[in-house]
C-alpha cells in the first residue's frame, strides 16, 4: 500500500482537530503586511472538471476521495461557475479579478498581458513566497492556430465540423495509473517542492498547481495542431466508475434545439448517430479521468499532511470550466450550460468552516479572497468579492470591512464553436441566458430548481422575468455594445493575420481543423469570409 493511500485513509477516518485559526492581525497603513500567522495557500486548479461532480447524483458514478475529504473538512460551494467557459478567458479572469469584457479577454489567443499583475503577484510583493507549476495559460498568444481563426470567423456564414469526432479509448492495463503523464510530472515537482523547500521557508508561501485533466486529449484525425476529443484512461481508473449509475442525457430533437446550440452540436461533430454504449463510454472514460485528478491533488494533500504544514495552509480545488461530456448533444465546454459552466470549488484548512454554501460565486471571486487571506488591501474596482465571510469558523478582528457578495454571477463567452458572443446570468434559481445584440438571436430562461438538465426553455412561459433578468443584466454590462466590439476585433485579426501569411492564406485555411469539410467547396468558404468581412462597414 502506497504512503499516500495510507495518508488518504487516517485522514478520512480522523477530522483535523489539529487546525487552529490563524492569528488576526490588522492591516498596516503603509500597506506592508507581518508574516507571522498569515496562513500558506495551495491552489489545485485543473481543466474541465464539471463541478456537479462534488455534490451531485453523478457523484456516485466515481470515487473522488479527496475531494470527499475536502468536502467533509472544508467549505463546499454548490454554485460556483466559470466566467467564460473556456480555457484562456476563464482563467484571465480568476487571476485578474475582472471580468473578460473589462480585460478583453475574448478567447483563447486573446488574454492577459504577460505583465499583467495577478494576485499572485500582490502576495509576492507583501511578502510571499510563490511558486507556480503546471498550466498557468491566461496570456495572450498562444493555442492553436485553428483556435484562433475558428474564433475570429465564427460568425462567417458557413456551418463546418471544427472538432474530431468524440470517442472513448482505453490505454495500459489495471496496474497503469499515470496515464496523464505530464500532469503527474508536474504533481510530483511540487510534492518535492513541498517536502523540500516549503518546510524551510521562513515566510508563508502560495502554491499553485495548474492540471491539464480531465480535459479530453488531442485527436490527431482533427487537423492542424489536432482537436482535443479522446476521453482516454486506462482500466485502473475505469474501475472507480460505477458504470450502472451512468446517467445518459436526454437529446432535444435538431427542431428543437436553440440555434446557437445546433452550431456548436455541428462544429463540435456531434449531430451524427452516437448510440447509448458509446455515450455511456465517453462519460465513463470522463468520469475516470476525474479520478485520476483526484488522485493528483491527493498527493498534494498527502505531502502537505506528511510535513505538518496542513495545519497552517490553506486548500483551494477548483477549476477553469466544465465538461459537457455529451449533454446537450455536445462535448467539450464553451456552453453556458451547468456541464460545462459550473466548476468545483472547494477550499478547506484552519479556522474554514465544515459546510455546504449555497450563494453564487465565480472565479473572479479568487482574486480578492487571496488577498484577503494575505490581509492585503483589496482593490475596489475588481469584479469579484472576499469569500472569507462566508467560510470562516470565526471572523478575525481589526480588518477592514468587506463588501457583500451579490445574489448573482456573469458568464461571458466570445469564442469559437459558438456563432454568437453569449452572455449568462445566474441567480437565485434562474439562469438566464442572453445573446449577441439583444434582439437577433432568441434568449433562453431555465428554472434550475425544476429543471436541472435545461431541458426546458421557459422564455416565452416567463416573459416578465426575462425582462427583468434582461435589465439586471445590462446594468452589469452593455452586451450590445461588447458584442458589437468583439465583432470588430474578429474581423481585424483575420485581415491582419491574411496579411501576415501571404499568398500562404488559401492553403492554410485549407488545412485548419475544419479541413475535411473546407477541401469540399475551398472558394465558396474563402468568398464566405470576404463578404464577411466586407459587411456591416459601421462597425
Not at 96 to 116: A, I
Not at 381 to 398: C, D, R, V, W
Not at 442 to 463: G, I, R
Amino acid at each position: 500500500m502506497s504512503s499516500t493511500i495510507i495518508v488518504a485513509l487516517i485522514l478520512l477516518l480522523q477530522p483535523f482537530v489539529y487546525w487552529r485559526a490563524a492569528e488576526a492581525k490588522p492591516l498596516l497603513v503603509t500597506g506592508s503586511c507581518r508574516d507571522y500567522g498569515k496562513l500558506n495557500v495551495v491552489i489545485v486548479m485543473c481543466d474541465s472538471f464539471d463541478g456537479r461532480l462534488t455534490f451531485h447524483t453523478e457523484n456516485e458514478t466515481v470515487a473522488l476521495p479527496f475531494i470527499n475529504l475536502m468536502k467533509r473538512d472544508g467549505s463546499l460551494f454548490l454554485n460556483a461557475y466559470t466566467n467564460s467557459p473556456i480555457c484562456c478567458p476563464s482563467r484571465a479572469a480568476m487571476w485578474s479579478g475582472l471580468f473578460n469584457h473589462l480585460t478583453e479577454s475574448w478567447n483563447n489567443f486573446k488574454g492577459l498581458d504577460p505583465n499583467y499583475t495577478t494576485w499572485m503577484d500582490l502576495m509576492e510583493k507583501y511578502g510571499y513566497y510563490t511558486q507556480k507549476y503546471g498550466k498557468i495559460d491566461y496570456t495572450s498568444g498562444h493555442h492553436s492556430l485553428s483556435n484562433r481563426v475558428e474564433a475570429w470567423t465564427r460568425n462567417v456564414d458557413f456551418l463546418l465540423h471544427q472538432e474530431g469526432r468524440p470517442v472513448a479509448e482505453l490505454i495500459g492495463d489495471k496496474k497503469y495509473t499515470r496515464v496523464m503523464k505530464k500532469d503527474w510530472k508536474i504533481t510530483d515537482k511540487a510534492k518535492t517542492w513541498i517536502r523540500n523547500k516549503a518546510t524551510n521557508l521562513t515566510q508563508p508561501f502560495v502554491l499553485y498547481l495548474g492540471l491539464n485533466l480531465p480535459h479530453p486529449y488531442p485527436s490527431p484525425s482533427s487537423g492542424e495542431n489536432y482537436g482535443a476529443s479522446t476521453f482516454l484512461t486506462s482500466p485502473y481508473w475505469l474501475e472507480r466508475v460505477t458504470y450502472k449509475a451512468i446517467r445518459i442525457p436526454k437529446w432535444s430533437p435538431f427542431s428543437e434545439m436553440h440555434p446557437v446550440d445546433y452550431y456548436s452540436s455541428y462544429t463540435k461533430n456531434c449531430t451524427g448517430k452516437f448510440t447509448q454504449k458509446e455515450i455511456r463510454a465517453i462519460r465513463a472514460h470522463y468520469y475516470a479521468m476525474c479520478a485520476e485528478t483526484d488522485a493528483m491533488l491527493g498527493e498534494i494533500i498527502s505531502a502537505l499532511s506528511e510535513t505538518g504544514l496542513l495545519k497552517s495552509t490553506l486548500v483551494i480545488f477548483t477549476a477553469d470550466h466544465g465538461e459537457l461530456a455529451m449533454e446537450h448533444r455536445q462535448f467539450y465546454k464553451m456552453s453556458m450550460y451547468e456541464a460545462s459552466s459550473h466548476i468545483p470549488l472547494l477550499i478547506m484548512g484552519p479556522n474554514i468552516k465544515s459546510q455546504v454554501i449555497s450563494s453564487v460565486v465565480s472565479l473572479v471571486d479568487i482574486f480578492p479572497t487571496m488577498l484577503d487571506v494575505a490581509r492585503i488591501p483589496v482593490p475596489k474596482n475588481l469584479s469579484g468579492y472576499s469569500l472569507l465571510p462566508l467560510i470562516q469558523a470565526k471572523t478575525e478582528n481589526n480588518i477592514p470591512s468587506r463588501k457583500q457578495h451579490p445574489g448573482w454571477v456573469l458568464s461571458e463567452f466570445h469564442g469559437c464553436n459558438v456563432n454568437s458572443s453569449t452572455y449568462m446570468l445566474r441567480t437565485g434559481k434562474w439562469k438566464y441566458i442572453a445573446y449577441s445584440d439583444d434582439h437577433s438571436v432568441s434568449p433562453q430562461l431555465f428554472d434550475l430548481s425544476a429543471d436541472p438538465d435545461e431541458l426546458t426553455n421557459v422564455a416565452t412561459k416567463f416573459p416578465e422575468m426575462v425582462q427583468t433578468l434582461n435589465r439586471k443584466l445590462h446594468s452589469i454590462i452593455d452586451y450590445p455594445k461588447v458584442s458589437a466590439l468583439v465583432e470588430l476585433y474578429n474581423k481585424q485579426q483575420i485581415i491582419k493575420w491574411k496579411e501576415t501569411v501571404g499568398q500562404n492564406y488559401s492553403d492554410i485555411l485549407a488545412n485548419l481543423r475544419w479541413h475535411q469539410d473546407w477541401k469540399k467547396h475551398p472558394k465558396k468558404y474563402e468568398h464566405a469570409i470576404d463578404k464577411w468581412i466586407k459587411g456591416n462597414r459601421n462597425l
